[in-house]
């Protein structure tokens, strides 16, 4: 059984509320990323007292209402499928604040958490606003959306960002890894993946492994799983006639992204 892998878990923990997956430093390797998938029915409320950690709150799918009681965000979210490949609207609430999520249709809703100790502005990130990356060639391709990237100071410790790729190609690859504290060189970022397919019934493969093999694990991902990444290196594999997105979420001491190529497989950026 992977430690590393984590299916769907739909709970519902009040009327219209159902927690799909979370992610704790309690119940996963992970210290410094926290995460929940929350599914909403229209007109259904969710709401959360934030201790000493900011929330991303990205409105994957649907339209929500999201207010930290000072603010309100009215009827935000862009789409009712990932697979559209556009942008969509996010909410940041540092830590010490309490949040409220309500469904004005169909929601799926993604709460992104990470340690949080300075208090900073609730933010509105707007999907028009979201950084839009080609990354990759040849069967490397992929599209990045970058929600809350390091160049954007409105979060303490978190960076959000979603990327699809391409039917037959590979993702976070080639290989790398940010699991060292040695910067300016690599940062230490832990990592979660939400995964989902077009089609559904699909699946993908990814390998999280570290240099010296302490840790190899290669997954079989179905759609709405999630793997963990608390280090190592961490590809992506898509398979033929069918297209791949996820969300990611790093957190770390220092909110940087810096990563380290396998020095294996480094020459593939290098051809021609």
Request: charged share 25%.
């Amino acid at each position: 059984m992977s430690k590393l892998l984590r299916k769907p878990n739909p709970k519902e923990t009040s009327p219209g509320v159902i927690n799909v997956h979370e992610v704790t430093s309690e119940n996963s390797p992970l210290e410094y990323v926290g995460f929940k998938v929350v599914d909403l029915a229209p007109g259904s409320t969710y709401k959360e007292e934030l201790g000493k950690v900011e929330c991303c709150i990205v409105a994957l799918t649907g339209k929500i209402t999201v207010s930290d009681h000072d603010q309100v965000f009215e009827n935000i979210g862009t789409r009712e499928s990932v697979f559209e490949k556009k942008p969509t609207d996010s909410v940041y609430v540092s830590n010490d604040r309490t949040f409220e999520v309500k469904a004005v249709s169909q929601a799926r809703v993604v709460l992104c958490y990470s340690p949080s100790y300075k208090q900073l502005p609730t933010k509105l990130i707007k999907a028009e606003d979201n950084g839009i990356e080609h990354r990759g060639k040849y069967s490397n391709q992929r599209l990045v959306h970058n929600i809350l990237p390091d160049s954007d100071p409105s979060a303490n410790s978190l960076l959000v960002v979603e990327v699809f790729t391409e039917s037959g190609n590979w993702s976070s690859y080639p290989p790398h890894k940010h699991d060292q504290d040695n910067l300016p060189d690599e940062s230490f970022l832990e990592e979660s993946y939400y995964h989902e397919m077009n089609p559904r019934q699909g699946f993908v493969f990814q390998r999280v492994y570290t240099d010296d093999r302490s840790l190899d694990e290669t997954m079989a991902v179905e759609n709405g799983d999630v793997v963990l990444v608390p280090a190592g290196y961490h590809p992506v594999g898509v398979p033929d006639g069918y297209e791949s997105y996820y969300l990611n979420v790093m957190a770390g001491p220092k909110r940087i992204w810096k990563f380290h190529n396998e020095p294996t497989h480094e020459w593939i950026l290098n051809r021609k």
